[in-house]
Structure formats: C-alpha cells, structure tokens
C-alpha cells in the first residue's frame, strides 16, 4: 500500500514562511517521484515543483528562487516556502508518481490529504 500525509501548513503574513512535510511510503517505484501540487477553489491543480529519489528538483516559474524543495531521505520531502505572497495561498498537496518513462508499471497516482496555506497580506 501507498501512503501519503501532508503537514505544515498554516496562516502566515506576506513575506514570512512555513515548510511544509510530505511523508510518502510504500512501493519504491510508486514514491519514486513525489510532486507538490497546489489549488484554489474552482482552479485545476498547479504543479509548482517535483523532487526524484535521488533528489533532483523541477519548480514552475510561480515558485522558482522562493521555493525549495528536498529529500534527505526516500520517505520525507519536505518543501520550503520563503517570501511567500498572498497568491500563494491554496490547499497544498503531496502526489506519488512513477518514474518518467515506466509506463509499463502500474499507476501510481497516490494524493495526500492536502494541507492548507493561507498567506495574507
């Protein structure tokens, strides 16, 4: 089974920070992406940064220079938010994905619960 649980989140001004927690486990192949998603209400979901096992990082240009994410270890990401602005706010969620290029492999589409930030200004 693959489990996943979000935990950080909070009500911060603008230009403060907060880091956020993913603990993922399960399948290697499952977790061997874990991607940070975030969405407002009536919006898809953004995806503003990605991180592989090995800890090689991707950010969206919305986050880029005031995100940063890492895994220090297979199981826990956790990702850094500073200067964070007012249009940051959304429900933030941590998503399993397989390697790129697996798509021999089953799915692994596995969401947390998600966890909200609210930056006010």
């Known amino acids: 089974q693959v489990k996943v649980v979000e935990s950080g989140g909070g009500s911060v001004q603008a230009g403060g920070s907060l880091r956020l927690s993913c603990a993922a486990s399960?399948?290697?192949?499952?977790?061997?992406?874990l991607n940070w998603y975030r969405q407002v209400e009536g919006k898809e979901p953004e995806l503003i940064t990605r991180?592989?096992?090995?800890?090689?990082t991707a950010y969206a240009n919305s986050v880029k220079g005031r995100f940063t994410v890492s895994r220090d270890n297979v199981n826990m990401v956790y990702l850094q938010m500073n200067s964070l602005k007012p249009e940051d706010t959304a429900m933030y969620y941590c998503?399993?994905?397989?390697?790129?290029?697996?798509?021999?492999?089953?799915?692994?589409?596995?969401w947390g619960q998600g966890t909200q930030v609210t930056v006010s200004s």
């Open positions: 399960g399948y290697t192949y499952c977790i061997y992406d």
């Open positions: 998503k399993t994905d397989r390697r790129p290029g697996t798509d021999y492999t089953p799915d692994c589409d596995y």
């Open positions: 991180v592989d096992i090995d800890g090689s």
